[in-house]
């Protein structure tokens, strides 16, 4: 520690200036003395990286066998993220150690890891090798070595783009595998691998010439290994040899969990109870164990459009404990109980009281789309609607002619929707939503649904109360809607002329909007013409997907099976919609 004693005796005799300017100049230079040390202001800052001037052994040095390797560089260095950006190929089942002294990175092999012969190794840093002042990167720098008696120069490049939705992602394992079983995924290391960019692309460097087994995985874990459907995966369906450049597209994806489990379940409101599953369940039951229904009337199976959620509406019950069991065709998935709270309790909350209530309430909405039909969601599901109340439909003030002909048909479980004419079909058959999967033959109402189509015309919506009654008995009040309808001039419409070759299955053609959302969606055989009209002004995709087995959905792949998930095919370009403008449209698809 530096520092200075000064001792102040009063009763010595005053110095004279010489001596007092000596000392002053003694203090200062001790103090200057102990200052900081910095570097000088000024100058140029450094912007170049470290340049590499010494190898040991050598750089693409053959018949390798150390078990360290010095590189020297002209600066001192750091290494920085280098879990993240480091890639070794063929990976090592133990990963070699770095350390750095000075200017000097030193790697050093696991003695308990034997490096394959006749290979060529390839450790690239990415960027992690940078300067300690600026933190400059030398960008993707590499160490290469043979173990045999040339260094291998084959290369394999291409993109990995997800199957659904073309969307690329960083950090995709590109894997090339020597030997060709499909379990090997699963078990071994792959011989050579890459990582995908940002844009989907990759690269594999320095191949031994050959045929491999190319698969692509999502590694959530980082083992270099497919753990199942919790990771996402793509493959090549013929082998690839290393030796024909071309570059390759490969469609990543998630196959459909095996096993149904239930994800969640939540008892939030009287009467119903929700579960959430991680796939389609399509057999699924549930049984009571504590309690029997006196009738199919008292319970209520209402599955989302995938069938991966299901609304349980139950009434009547004289418990306060409901236990229930979940099974899925002869297997039991778990057992569950609930607290349950009574009717007259649910009607009396002063939270969330137990009421027939409307949820897309459009009223003094002065955009109302034309040609939008006329549906209205409720809270709890419809059990009956009254044909001798009638629903009144004015617009612009004036009742509309033929009103008695319109009337409340039932949309879905919690639906309904204005129809008009009427008819009944003794030949139509529809699906007992109490057992999925059993259809009952009875007459339907066919009808078709209103869609105001009067540009800037204010309509006025009135239903009576008790014009409709809910699944535990409760009737809706006075409901009154008034709505405005927009000026045919801000829709814009386009006219799609689809040139498609004939094939064993079917087109689904979608048109989208700038986040996915499914706009318009029409089922086609070949080429035909789509008209979409009343489309906002906004900025659309459109989309074609090959649905081969007809069920009308996209359906994923899967490896075992050696199915690839169904093509999906996007418009070239974006489709830009403005007002009052008509837009012709050719689409064709080349096999």
Request: aromatic share 12%; charged share 25%; net charge positive.
């Amino acid at each position: 520690m530096c520092g200075l004693k000064i001792n102040n005796n009063r009763n010595r005799k005053p110095v004279n200036g010489y001596i007092n300017t000596l000392i002053y100049l003694l203090i200062s230079s001790l103090f200057f003395s102990c200052a900081q040390v910095v570097a000088p202001g000024g100058g140029k800052k450094d912007v170049k990286p470290p340049r590499t001037v010494k190898y040991v052994p050598d750089s693409a040095q053959v018949n390798f066998n150390s078990k360290s390797v010095q590189i020297t560089f002209d600066e001192f260095i750091q290494l920085k993220d280098v879990n993240s950006q480091l890639l070794i190929s063929p990976p090592m089942k133990n990963p070699p150690e770095f350390s750095i002294k000075n200017k000097t990175l030193n790697i050093n092999f696991d003695k308990k890891d034997t490096l394959k012969p006749n290979t060529t190794y390839s450790i690239s840093f990415g960027n992690a090798v940078q300067d300690i002042t600026e933190n400059n990167p030398l960008e993707n720098f590499k160490y290469i070595f043979s173990t045999g008696s040339f260094i291998d120069s084959a290369i394999v490049k291409g993109k990995v783009e997800n199957s659904f939705n073309h969307i690329t992602d960083k950090g995709i394992l590109v894997m090339l595998y020597s030997k060709y079983t499909d379990s090997i995924v699963y078990k071994t290391l792959p011989d050579y691998f890459a990582r995908t960019k940002e844009d989907g692309t990759f690269q594999i460097n320095n191949i031994k010439k050959g045929k491999y087994k190319l698969v692509v995985v999502k590694d959530g874990n980082s083992n270099y290994k497919y753990d199942g459907e919790s990771e996402s995966i793509g493959f090549m369906d013929t082998l690839l040899d290393v030796s024909e450049k071309k570059s390759i597209l490969i469609d990543i994806f998630q196959e459909i969990p095996k096993k149904l489990y239930l994800k969640k379940a939540t008892y939030d409101s009287y009467g119903k109870i929700v579960f959430v599953f991680n796939k389609s369940a399509d057999s699924l039951t549930i049984n009571p164990i504590n309690f029997t229904f006196k009738n199919n009337e008292d319970v209520l199976l209402d599955y989302s459009k995938n069938k991966d959620t299901l609304n349980y509406w139950f009434k009547n019950i004289d418990k306060d404990v409901l236990k229930i069991q979940l099974k899925n065709g002869s297997r039991v998935m778990d057992t569950l109980e609930y607290k349950l709270i009574t009717k007259e309790d649910a009607l009396k909350s002063k939270r969330h009281p137990l009421k027939l209530t409307l949820l897309n309430n459009f009223n003094g909405n002065q955009n109302f789309d034309l040609n939008n039909p006329l549906i209205l969601t409720f809270s709890q599901p419809l059990n009956e609607i009254s044909d001798s109340i009638k629903v009144m439909l004015k617009e612009d003030s004036v009742l509309i002619k033929n009103n008695k002909d319109y009337q409340f048909e039932n949309y879905s479980v919690n639906q309904v929707a204005i129809a008009k004419n009427i008819k009944w079909d003794s030949t139509k058959q529809f699906e007992d939503p109490n057992n999925p999967g059993t259809y009952i033959v009875a007459p339907m109402k066919i009808s078709e649904i209103y869609k105001p189509s009067k540009e800037s015309t204010s309509y006025h919506l009135f239903i009576p109360p008790g014009t409709l009654t809910d699944f535990f008995g409760l009737k809706n009040d006075t409901i009154k809607i008034d709505f405005k309808t927009r000026d045919e001039k801000y829709y814009g419409t386009v006219k799609l002329k689809l040139t498609i070759p004939e094939w064993k299955g079917q087109y689904i053609v979608q048109l989208l909007d700038d986040k996915e959302n499914i706009v318009r969606e029409s089922i086609i055989k070949a080429g035909e013409t789509i008209n979409y009209e009343y489309l906002h002004p906004l900025q659309y995709k459109l989309k074609l997907i090959y649905d081969e087995n007809e069920n009308g959905k996209w359906d994923t792949g899967n490896y075992f099976h050696k199915t690839q998930p169904e093509k999906v095919i996007y418009y070239s370009g974006a489709i830009n919609i403005r007002s009052n403008w008509d837009l012709d449209l050719e689409w064709k698809i080349i096999p």
